[in-house]
Antibody, heavy 122, light 107 residues
Framework: QLQLQESGPGLVKPSETLSLTCTVS??????????WGWIRQSPGKGLEWIGSMYYTGTTYSNPSLKSRVTISIDTSKNQVSLKLSYVTAADTAVYYC??????????????WGPGTLVTVSS | DIQMTQSPSSLSASVGERVTITCRAS??????LNWYQQKPGKAPKLLIN???SLQSGVPSRFSGSGSGTDFTLAISSLQPEDFATYYC?????????FGGGTKVEMK
């Protein structure tokens, strides 16, 4: 059973870069067919997929955010990272990392971190 | 992008009632449809994947059906712990999308 835990600054200034880390425990971040996703939820709103990274190293991002999103992994630390550049107040949200069951070919999110609230404000 | 439309956006129901939530995709997604339950302040919980595959530990009063563009989540007899917001999510394409959510409230 994997455990995921997001961490990072709770407050980011407008136009700066939001940087979050998801620490994975209970398994290797680089196990076969791994898939890591980031999802966010603005206050009182629904879930929005931000982007994902496949075991192939390929990343995909929500077209509405694509040019601002960078996802990477650090196998030495068993961590997945998200960077979102040029943030505005509209990026204020709870950010989740999530993943499917190990080895799943289908992309549904079985494991979730508890989420971390990031507020964009000067 | 594939758009996912849930209806209704909210509903009021009583304990013991049967509840159905609909999710419609803007194009065929075969059976690549997943359902989540979210309670306030908590991360979503996966209920059903592949349209109808109930996750281990999820009560059998939950069921999912559908294929192509139209899908349904049903709760056969609503329990107090089922009052929550429900989301669908398509995994047909690499660009994932969620429905807007359905909030199930107590009548």
């Amino acid at each position: 059973q994997l455990q995921l835990q997001e961490s990072g600054p709770g407050l980011v200034k407008p136009s700066e870069t939001l940087s979050l880390t998801c620490t994975v425990s209970g398994g290797s971040i680089s196990s076969s067919r791994y898939y890591w996703g980031w999802i966010r939820q603005s206050p009182g709103k629904g879930l929005e997929w931000i982007g994902s990274m496949y075991y192939t190293g390929t990343t995909y991002s929500n077209p509405s955010l694509k040019s601002r999103v960078t996802i990477s992994i650090d196998t030495s630390k068993n961590q997945v990272s998200l960077k979102l550049s040029y943030v505005t107040a509209a990026d204020t949200a709870v950010y989740y990392c999530a993943s499917p069951p190990e080895g799943s070919y289908d992309i549904y999110f079985y494991y979730w971190g508890p989420g971390t609230l990031v507020t964009v404000s000067s | 992008d594939i758009q996912m439309t849930q209806s209704p956006s909210s509903l009021s129901a009583s304990v013991g009632e049967r509840v159905t939530i609909t999710c419609r995709a803007s194009q065929s997604i075969s059976g690549y449809l997943n359902w989540y339950q979210q309670k306030p302040g908590k991360a979503p919980k996966l209920l059903i994947n592949a349209a109808s595959s109930l996750q281990s530990g999820v009560p059998s009063r939950f069921s999912g059906s559908g294929s192509g563009t139209d899908f349904t989540l049903a709760i056969s007899s609503l329990q107090p712990e089922d009052f929550a917001t429900y989301y669908c999510q398509q995994s047909y394409t690499t660009l994932l999308t969620f429905g807007g959510g359905t909030k199930v409230e107590m009548k």
